[in-house]
């Protein structure tokens, strides 16, 4: 039998007795947290709701299978070589950032991010767009420089480190930390109000102090704290725009940590694959005939949560077997010594891997862990040889010849 919406089954009848059956059934999990439901474009503001949810056998299933996955994407990335790490990991990045944009309108392109991640990592200079929203999602490769989020205005720390750069925000916090003014999500189909967020900056002070103990609570299973705390962020809105993105981020941030960084940057990508549904899935729970049941978007949201593991997963097995190919040219050649192999073993990942450029000369020798005297004798050597050509002096870029494009088929 179906375990439907009580939406749903309310079309048939009272529902009081199938809620309290669920809300107090002795494996429900009550979250303390409590919404006041939303209808026909307004909150109700006589009635709130304590969210809860069944630990359904369908939900810990997915929640196996994305611990699974995580484990086995792991494994994977580890037995990929620096180069080729480096650039999947600034590919599924800029992936990240351009989708979260993309959900909330926000024109950007992956090469526009992916040349200002180059920048950073360059430590450069630079008036790129995207800065902070890409710096942050680049100290997710840092695990020991994750997200803290201890009180309220830490979610305006997080805002400020993401947005500080940004001319996408079209209206700033006029409180001291958060907004003072109402605020209403319209739907795009018909520009009718979808969402009213916490009427002012007191109110948002106090139900972030709750998700914070929440978020930061023990009791509950880490991935239905994550969907859940993510769905409560987005129901409170502290900020009068970018709260969709600073949410993906914080869940990213956290799926990250708790799981690996292909699950964490992958879930934006996912989302916006699947923006009706998400939207759907978060606009459900506050919808009266639901009181404030969860369950079904723990469901949805794990369901978008293996959807990008499995292109994650996609992507980590093609470049394993790219490696083999590569792996197996590197054995045919015999005029080379073991540095100048690996110099060119750097090359062909960067050939075959490139989110947006080739990587400088200098940017392989740091991977390659050489100097740059020895770097330069292993690329004369190899472009006399004709296996690289210089196609860029300052600063220096060599690639790849027709001579060891023509070997490898990709």
Known sequence: MKYEKLRILSYDGDIEEEYEKRFNSYTTIKTSIRIHPFLKGERISDETLELFYLPLPKLLKKEEEIRYNSEKLKSLNAHLPGVAQFNIVVSNIADEIQSTNETEGIESSKTEISETILSREKKTRSNKRFRGIVNMYMNLLDEGNYLSINEPKDFRSVYDSLFDDEKDISEWPDGKFFRESPVSL?????????????????????????????????????????????????????????????????????????????????????????????????????????????????????????????????????????????????????????????????????????????????????????????????????????????????????????????????
């Open 186 to 410: 319209k739907r795009k189909k018909d520009d009718s109000i979808a969402h009213i967020g916490d009427a002012n900056e007191q109110e948002i002070t106090n139900n972030l102090e709750k998700l914070v103990f929440f978020m930061n609570s023990k009791d509950y299973p880490y991935l239905e704290k994550c969907i859940i705390a993510h769905y409560y962020l987005e129901y409170i809105h502290p900020f009068y725009d970018g709260n969709g993105r600073l949410g993906r981020y914080i869940m990213s941030s956290y799926l990250s940590r708790k799981l690996d960084l292909f699950t964490g940057v992958s879930i934006s990508n996912s989302i916006n694959k699947n923006r009706e549904k998400y939207y759907a899935s978060l606009l459900e729970v506050s919808n009266p005939r639901n009181k404030g049941e969860v369950t079904h978007l723990l469901d949805d949201i794990l369901e978008i949560i293996l959807e990008g593991q499995k292109a994650s997963l996609e992507q980590l097995e093609e470049a394993t077997a790219k490696m083999n190919v590569l792996d197996n040219y590197l054995k045919t050649l015999k005029n080379l010594s073991e540095d100048e192999v690996n110099v060119l073993y750097g090359y062909l990942q960067d050939y075959v891997f490139a989110s947006d450029r080739n990587l400088e000369d200098s940017e392989i020798a740091n991977f390659q862990n050489y100097s740059r005297y020895k770097m330069n004798q292993y690329l004369t050597k190899l472009t006399d040889l004709g296996y690289l050509v210089k196609v860029k002096q300052k600063p220096a870029v060599h690639q790849l010849s027709n001579l060891v494009l023509d070997k490898i088929e990709l």
